[in-house]
């Protein structure tokens, strides 16, 4: 059976969903150039003008759960890891996002412009993907975990199977693109760079917006797994941190700006340029045993989405692994 959020964890959830969304929402948008490299955070990784689009789509698979969740760990991790591996990341593009509390959960960092200090926080920091995943909520902003969100539908909780999953996907990918993604990264020292290409395949028409997530590969920890604490479980695909703004455990999935918008021609291209900082806050840790996060360029992937407006949610285009 799922778990569902109560009492002070759904209203925690509920308010920092509610916080990140006004302060993102707040932001200022404006088009990215279509020629040459468009660098973000001062500098790039070789540029994306090497980069050749494929005229392929992808599916979006998220994957919400939490370290304590019993039924992640019995059902949901293992049905969500199986999936991938059977399609594969050229295929479907995975994220494992972690709820409030959870040993997985990143750090965000609070700027001193709010409270005149530098201060890091234990905290959900992408809230603002789970108003794009259409995961039910109840009055109070909380559900059910695991909850599984793919390709702009949710699937369900603990019932949905890796089976359906790959149906899911094999159906989707039939499509073909409005736009395709193709993606570059390199890691030097601590510096996380992704070059970035997209291509209209067909006449785009509205708001296209990227992310550009890293993800974790692979990483052993707990995980409540039934009513069995098990402190060697793989966790795969973990969402680490967003290079939105290069600035480590920020809370922007989105940005502030387009990068088309409009009537968008067949064949237009778009570049840019992410950077990312990496900072191990290892040595704050509140005593409840986080799994943390030690850079690894082996076990590091960048995935680059594209999202299209749709109201106050963004919806799901397509998108690329970065391996």
């Keep these: 059976m799922p778990i569902i959020y109560i009492t002070m964890k759904k209203l925690n959830l509920f308010f920092a969903i509610l916080v990140v969304t006004t ?8 088009d990215e150039t279509s020629t040459g490299d468009d660098d973000n955070n001062n500098g790039s990784g070789g540029g994306s003008s090497s980069l050749v689009v494929e005229n392929k789509q992808r599916s979006l698979l998220a994957y919400v759960t939490a370290t304590w969740c019993g039924p992640c760990g019995q059902y949901g991790g293992p049905n969500f890891k199986a999936a991938v591996t059977e399609k594969g990341t050229s295929e479907i593009i995975a994220l494992n996002i972690q709820t409030g509390n ?4 990143p750090y965000f960092k609070r700027p001193s412009s709010i409270d005149n200090q530098d201060s890091v926080y234990i905290s959900p920091i992408f809230s603002p993907l789970f108003g794009s995943l259409n995961i039910p909520t109840n ?3 909380g559900f059910s975990i695991p909850a599984f969100s793919m390709n702009n539908a949710y699937l369900g909780t603990s019932n949905v199977t890796s089976t359906t999953m790959t149906n899911n996907a094999t159906s989707y990918n039939s499509n073909a693109p409005v736009v395709g993604v193709a993606a570059k990264k390199t890691i030097s020292g601590n510096t996380i760079t992704v ?3 997209s291509k209209f395949f067909k006449e785009g028409s509205g708001e296209y917006f990227w992310s550009a997530l890293v993800v974790e590969k692979s990483v052993t920890g707990y ?3 039934g009513g069995t604490a098990n402190e060697n479980y793989e966790h795969k695909y973990n969402v680490r941190a967003s290079m939105q703004n290069g600035e480590m455990y920020n809370q922007s999935v989105f940005g502030g700006s387009s990068f088309a918008s409009g009537t968008v021609a067949v064949g237009t291209e778009f570049t840019k340029t992410f950077k990312l900082n990496y900072v191990n806050y290892s040595a704050i840790n509140p005593g409840f045993g986080l799994i943390q996060w030690n850079l690894n360029p082996a076990t590091t992937n960048v995935a ?5 407006k749709n109201g106050t949610r963004y919806d ?7 391996e």
């Design 102 to 105: 959870s040993r997985l959960t």
């Design 139 to 141: 009055a109070q902003g």
């Design 304 to 308: 680059v989405i594209v999202w299209k």
């Design 223 to 225: 995980q409540l797994v």
């Design 23 to 30: 302060a993102f929402f707040a932001g200022c948008k404006k």
């Design 316 to 322: 799901f285009v397509n998108g690329f692994v970065a």
């Design 195 to 197: 070059d970035v290409k």
